[in-house]
């Protein structure tokens, strides 16, 4: 299990290595940095200093070992746009997405949990079928339709929730957090639907089929044969067997909740990350969507490999056979 | 001579395809059926749409800015002008913007599937046929890419392919970007499906007599193993299809797509959500609705293939 262990690290550790050798090219290939730093009136004497001052003179693994050690601890120089350090706007705005995310992803887990079940032991009901089409159509609309929809049902036409925005928020030790105002919580509620629906449709759907697929074994059998109830049938032995592919869908998919909220961020002009690196393209602001490529892949490498090796923890057959076959 | 016997005429290929297996379940199936239609119908509006469309757009001299905001089917306040889905804040006609929108996102799907299709299974059949390092190289980049959603990397290669194109270029060069940035962000399906349905046709008698008759190994991953993978990548580019006109219209409307002078559906849906609040429903409602219909049919088109050509099912 070590080794395993050891070698999915190793893994880990070569793809951010990758992605690291990605966000390196962008500096180096989109646009010179030396015409982002120097004004007009430059001089070749200006400009061959700036390069050997910036180490810009010396070879690409040399440049790109640097690059690295900066960016670990935390360096991804100045935003072309807004002259700030990277690291520092996307310190501010990294609470409003992780707010967002949050919530979106206990929406998702706990309704697409417990809607997957659901369908799944009342398969032929009306409600159930109902239920399954509807998921049908949320999994084809786009992200950014659900939320214009919602927009206009809820803000323009009964005014009850704001349409952009956090609301009022409230900081505590540099966590700007909207869960404390009232208008912030408000703000919160459409953009995590938004975010949450297509997730949860994607774990309800897997739920069910799963479900569908435990509750034909023949242990299933043998515990309503033992009169247990169907409450402990579906719950503690049905439901129970079916985590393992829904852990590793929602571990991925949560990866997935914070690259998407760039749409929904977008849609509800939420401040933050999304939007950040949204208009860093729009204005080619190349540090800023290095810097959120690094993050973002950090997160999604990482949430990986928790997954990989939550997998040890949770299946028992999956330590056995790993013993045993190598 | 005489006594050989009477073949029966040869069925020509039309006979062939009405006759098909793939052709009845598509005639026993109403919802692909009606998607099939509705398919049709809008890629023809499309194609068409210089002949259909009652205004061109495009053409500064057939707007009247005093047309502005006309709702649907109701003559307008001022010059009595009536339109069939209504106008714009600058007077152009909701329904021929539609119809010429619908054009840049149905060419940027299919030009970005495209080039995934051809992209994944060269990769795909050089790395599931030759092997070696190549294919580690290949199959590598592609796991590396799956772990990140492809609407984020569609989006960082339209970024820097932004960065790389000189300023006074941009707009003219965006739906070739964009096209570039949905493409390489979807090949990694085909590669894989095509890697895999290669290995197990590369050990089979075929290709094994092929390569005895000293064939090159090109000619036999075109000529030889290439049909013989087809069907699962005809399956993977429809559901593809659908994904990347999403894309597209995602990445449109968020404003790193296609530009307004170019405007696809999704490019309208963006200008379209600025009036929401002013009561303009209609210039967002129509294009939405165009881009669900499009999405929804492929997409259902697709899954309707998948079944019909995976054999298990029958």
């Known amino acids: 299990m ?49 390069r050997e001052q910036l180490g810009l003179d010396r070879n690409f693994f040399v440049q790109y070992f640097r690059f690295l050690q900066e960016a670990i601890q935390g360096n991804f120089g100045v935003s072309y746009r807004q002259g700030r350090p990277v690291t520092q706007i996307l310190l501010e705005r990294a609470p409003a997405t992780l707010e967002l995310a949050a919530v979106s992803g206990i929406l998702a887990i706990v309704f697409g949990i417990a809607l997957g079940v659901f369908t799944a032991i009342r398969r032929n009901g009306l409600l159930a079928n109902l239920i399954m089409s509807g998921s049908l159509i949320g999994v084809s609309l786009p992200t950014f339709l659900i939320g214009i929809l919602l927009i206009y049902v809820f803000s323009v036409e009964l005014g009850w929730l704001p349409s952009f925005g956090r609301g009022e ?54 515990a309503r044969a033992r009169g247990l109830k169907d409450r402990a049938v579906n719950f503690h032995h049905a439901l ?6 829904v852990i590793t869908v929602i571990g991925l998919q949560l990866g997935a909740i914070i690259a998407f909220a760039i749409i929904t ?31 973002i ?30 | 001579m005489t006594d050989t016997p009477i073949a029966p005429p040869p069925k020509s290929r039309l006979r062939l ?24 119908v809008l890629v023809l509006s499309a194609l068409l749409a210089p002949l259909i469309a009652p205004t ?26 009536e339109f069939l889905l209504g106008t714009d804040d600058q007077g152009r006609d909701v329904f021929s913007t539609i119809l010429y929108g619908m054009r840049i996102s149905l060419f940027v799907g299919v030009a970005a599937v495209t080039f995934a299709m051809i992209l994944g299974i060269t990769l795909g059949l050089i ?27 569609a989006m960082l290669i339209f970024g820097v392919a932004k960065g790389v194109t000189p300023v006074e270029y941009r707009d003219q060069m965006a739906i070739w970007v964009l096209i570039l940035a949905i493409g390489l962000s979807d090949w990694v399906q085909f590669a894989r499906v095509v890697r895999g349905a290669t290995l197990v046709e590369k050990n089979k008698e075929y290709v094994q007599a092929a390569r005895l008759i000293g064939r090159t190994p090109g000619a036999i991953m075109l000529r030889h193993i290439l049909p013989n993978v087809l069907s699962p990548v005809l399956v993977i580019a429809t559901i593809s299809l659908a994904l990347a006109i999403i894309a597209e219209a995602t990445l449109s409307f968020l404003g790193v797509g296609a530009p307004p002078t170019q405007p696809s559906l999704g490019t309208l849906i963006r200008i379209g959500q600025g009036f929401l609040f002013s009561g303009e429903w209609w210039i967002l409602f129509f294009p939405a609705c165009t881009l669900l219909a499009l999405a929804l049919s492929v997409n259902l088109l697709g899954d309707w293939l998948r079944d019909a050509l995976n054999p298990r099912l029958r």
């Open chain 1, 2 to 50: 070590l080794a395993f262990i050891i070698r999915r690290v190793g893994q880990s550790i070569l793809v951010l290595l990758v992605v690291g050798l990605v966000a390196f090219s962008m500096f180096n290939f989109v646009g010179d940095p030396i015409d982002n730093m120097l004004g007009q009136e430059r001089t070749a004497e200006d400009i061959a200093r700036l």
């Open chain 1, 169 to 222: 928020v409230v900081t505590i030790g540099g966590w700007k957090t909207g869960f404390l105002t009232e208008s912030g919580l408000k703000a919160l509620i459409l953009p995590s639907i938004t975010l949450g629906l297509y997730q949860m449709t994607l774990i309800m759907r897997l739920v069910r089929s799963e479900m569908l697929e435990v509750l034909r074994q023949d242990y299933i059998r043998f």
């Open chain 1, 240 to 245: 129970k067997n079916t985590m393992v592919p």
């Open chain 1, 265 to 295: 961020e977008t849609v509800f002009q939420w401040p933050g990350v999304g939007l950040l690196f949204i208009n860093a393209i729009q204005f080619v602001d190349i540090p800023v969507m290095a810097a959120y490529l690094m993050l």
């Open chain 1, 297 to 326: 892949s950090v997160m999604f490498v990482g949430i990986n490999l928790l997954v990989d090796i939550l997998y040890f923890f949770i299946d028992p057959r999956l330590r056995a056979d790993r013993s045993g076959g190598h």
């Open chain 2, 17 to 40: 395809a009405l006759e098909s297996d793939v052709f009845y379940t598509f005639r026993r199936s109403p919802v692909a059926v009606i998607s099939a239609l509705v398919v049709l």
């Open chain 2, 56 to 81: 061109n757009p495009f053409d500064p001299a057939s707007l009247n800015l005093m047309n502005g905001f006309t709702p649907p089917l109701e003559p307008n306040a001022f010059t009595g002008d």
């Open chain 2, 127 to 153: 790395s599931g046929y030759v092997g070696g390092w190549l294919e580690t190289i290949i199959m590598r980049t592609a796991d590396v890419q799956l772990t990140f959603p492809s609407i984020l990397v």
